[in-house]
């Protein structure tokens, strides 16, 4: 099937309709710019949203791939400058960090970019906020919670983010949930979309890598089939609903007292 048929077929399972606006999270690699570049060739009402994480070369690269993207395509960009915002590069924030706390550089990152993407949505007034997740992040995610034996932790896997039902939370949304990481890169390379094809200097999540190693070893067929039975599996693992509150630090929606970012930064922002 085709990636336009398939990006179709998903958007209209999670219900998205063309009025509602969306803030598409772009990173400057293949998955954001294929999500932005379908979803304005399919008539969506799209800004985009970059967050320079300060990381050198790296980063420039990423911004003026993205810059172009945004030109190309005549859509507004929303920039959020990290060390402008927050005092410090993405990689000092994670030393920081790391200095007290054992954690791996995509997890403190992946947090601190969530709590960015929210609140900067909420501040846009957007529906939606659209992600460049596809089916390879999708299974390893779901394997990685498997090994570990959590796999509850998927429950917010999925097409859309469900489980949180709260006005300070804006939805997010994955239309490549159901495509492969080997379409999106031919498709991309087919197109001359600009895009930065070199991976985070700061990814080493071993775990995740020696994952998707494995899951590469396998067919598309497989993958799929691993989403399939994600899926079903979800619909019966069951997580204790807690309330949600508001952050007492930053006023974010929580289900703790004090949410994940602020209890990685410990600072009053
Ligand atoms: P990652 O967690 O780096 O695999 O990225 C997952 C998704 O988050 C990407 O497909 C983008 O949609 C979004 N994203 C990652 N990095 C950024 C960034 N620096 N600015 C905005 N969105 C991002
Ligand atoms: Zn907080």
């Known amino acids: 099937m085709k990636i336009e048929t398939k ?6 399972k999670i219900g998205v309709n063309k009025k509602e606006n969306i803030l598409v999270a772009l990173s400057g690699g293949k998955d954001s710019t ?4 379908f979803l304005k060739k399919l008539g969506y009402n799209i800004e985009g949203f970059h967050i320079d ?17 945004c030109n190309d395509l005549n859509i507004k960009l929303n920039i ?3 060390k402008k915002e ?4 993405m990689c000092y924030l994670r030393s920081a ?3 007290q706390k054992s954690l791996k550089n995509c997890a403190i990152c992946g947090v601190i970019k969530k709590w960015i993407m929210n ?12 992600t460049g997740h596809n089916l390879d992040d999708e299974a390893q995610t779901f394997l990685i919670n498997i090994f570990k034996g959590s796999p509850e932790l998927s429950i917010n896997a999925g097409v859309i983010s469900k489980n949180i039902s709260d006005k300070k939370f804006i939805p997010r949304i994955k239309p490549l949930f159901y495509i492969s990481e080997e379409n999106i890169r031919k498709y991309s390379k087919q197109k001359n979309l600009p895009v930065v094809y070199e991976s985070c200097p700061c990814a080493l999540d071993s775990y995740r890598i020696q994952v998707r190693k494995f899951l590469n070893t ?7 089939n691993i989403i399939k039975n994600m899926e079903k599996i979800l619909k019966k693992v069951k997580r204790k609903m807690t309330d949600i509150s508001y952050c007492e630090i930053c006023g974010e929606p929580t289900r703790k007292n004090i949410c994940k970012k602020c209890e990685l930064m410990d600072i009053k922002k």
């Open 53 to 69: 994480l300060g990381m050198g070369e790296y980063s420039e690269k990423c911004l003026n791939a993205i810059k172009k993207l």
């Open 97 to 99: 960090i790391q200095t």
């Open 7 to 12: 990006i179709k077929e998903t958007l209209k």
């Open 218 to 224: 396998l067919t598309r067929k497989d993958k799929e």
């Open 86 to 89: 927050m005092g410090s590069s």
């Open 34 to 37: 294929i999500t932005c570049y």
């Open 80 to 82: 959020y400058d990290i």
């Open 119 to 130: 609140r900067e949505a909420r501040k846009l007034k957007v529906d939606k906020i659209a």
